[in-house]
């Protein structure tokens, strides 16, 4: 018997064990040929993984709000204009983040559990001139997936550059940053792609690249200048030693081999694996007669589900429950639905097997609980997606 329950939050998540194994070899200098090698190649692999055969990876040490935190730094100059669309807790960081490198930001910010309307998002483009345009892919707060197409292709359209906070979506949901011209998309390690915290990954256009090298001001953060990474992501693709602050020489063994099994699988592969992930998801939490935060399957997220307690049932009795039946949840995260509900994940390197049996602790959670539902319905739900 497994001694631990299975982590089925959303993020971090279960590890392959061939990830785990490159994290905890000895660790090398990160100037050695075999790291250089590696880093190099984790860096064309993420070309792939985003779709991005001309952009610009970086890979710095630290979370998803680095990546964040970097693109506030580097686009953002005093007075510029900034429009963030908001499906949650994600969505509103960008507004406070981007204010502070002094945008001025103005935010529009769906009803709990609704998506983006892009009618009012064009209306307000049309009223302004906005530099650039921020938008979270999969907000984990509320599990709402925005329509990332449509967002890249009103970017282009009204010639603003585009960021997408993809930090629950990358390497799990469908997206084509270059074709859908997307400037940057940003995510972290310990998500869908599959390497434990503490890597922030970026890819940036070209052509936003091109701009930020005509910035007026110096980028007022000192470790995400963009300029001080960019010659050590160049030498590590050039396989040459170079050094500005020491990268995470294990993340980054770690990242190439979960980077390799992304590939590995296929994207399309993959995404359809987490399309068929989410629907079983939402159809067993329908079967156990609970509702959802997302308003529509049409926008939930493939990488997690968002169930609303039944009536009577409080998360301080349920959720231990479940951990106790095997399987790690997390609660409610957004301030205007923390107390009633909460979150599964189910990307990277999650299966059929992990997301049954996660159902299955979630039915002995609620029967505990004194809920009402016929014991099995949610796994059946679920079997009858993943193997029907
Ligand atoms: N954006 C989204 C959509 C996230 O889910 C998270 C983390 N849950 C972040 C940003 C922030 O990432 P981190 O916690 O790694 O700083």
Known sequence: MKDRPLLMIPGPIEFDPAVLRALGAPTTSHVSPDFIDTFGRA????????LAPTGQPFVLAGSGTLAMDAVGANLVEPG?????LSTGVFGDRFEDLLSRYGAEVTAI??????????????ATLGSGDYKLMTAT??????GVRIDAERFGALGREHGLFTVLDGVCSVAGEALRQEAWGIDVVLTASQKAIGVPPGL???VVSQNLLCAWGKRRTKVANYYADWAKWLPIMAAYEKRVPSYFGTPAVNLVCALDVSLGQILEEGMEERVARHERLGRACRAAIRALGLGQIPTSDEHAAN?????RYPKGVHGTDLLPRI?????????GLHPEIRSESFRIGHMGATGPGDLLATVGAIE???RACGHDFELGSGVAAAQSILFG
């Open 43 to 50: 860096l064309e692999r993420m070309r792939e993984v985003w």
């Open 80 to 84: 510029d204009r900034a429009l963030v």
């Open 109 to 122: 910010r769906a009803p709990v559990g609704e998506t983006i309307d892009f009618a009012e998002v064009e």
């Open 137 to 142: 892919h999969v907000d984990t707060s509320t």
């Open 200 to 202: 922030a990954l970026l």
């Open 303 to 307: 990488t997690l589900s968002a169930p």
């Open 323 to 331: 951990r106790e039946a095997g399987a790690i949840l997390a609660g």
């Open 364 to 366: 002995a959670g609620l």
